[in-house]
């Protein structure tokens, strides 16, 4: 904030010192139009145009990037009622660990069946 407030003063001393130092009219033409003014007055216009053009190209990636944010922020929330649930989501991950479980539980009772019953028959 101090930047900014520092930028603005030392912007407006040197627009003040540019207006004493060139009280000159100019004529500035554009296209068909012809405008008659002092110099500085020409200069706070085309200052302003290029700010605004800079503006202009600059909101459309601020905008998707606030959206993008705010999209981040639900899925966290989301993410974290989920947690406080103590509901798991489905993930790939899991589900494949959940498959290799059952299979290795699976293949560990097929061999202590086998041992078993080999006990059993001398």
């Known amino acids: 904030m101090r930047l900014f407030l520092l930028i603005i003063i030392i912007s407006a001393v040197v627009f003040g010192i ?4 060139n009280p000159n009219v100019v004529d500035v033409t554009f296209i068909k139009w012809t405008f008659n003014g002092h ?5 706070l216009v085309s200052f ?3 700010l605004l053009a800079g503006i202009a190209l600059v909101v459309p990636s601020v905008w998707k990037k606030a959206k993008q944010a705010r999209q981040l922020k ?7 009622q989920g947690m406080e649930d103590e509901t798991p989501l489905p993930d790939e991950h899991d589900e494949q660990t959940a498959l290799e479980d059952e299979t290795e539980h699976g293949e560990k009772e097929t061999a202590e069946e086998k041992e078993s019953e080999e006990g059993r028959n001398p």
């Open 18 to 21: 540019i207006t004493f130092q």
């Open 39 to 43: 110099l500085t007055i020409a200069l």
């Open 48 to 50: 302003a145009a290029g």
């Open 74 to 80: 639900k899925r966290v929330q989301e993410l974290e």
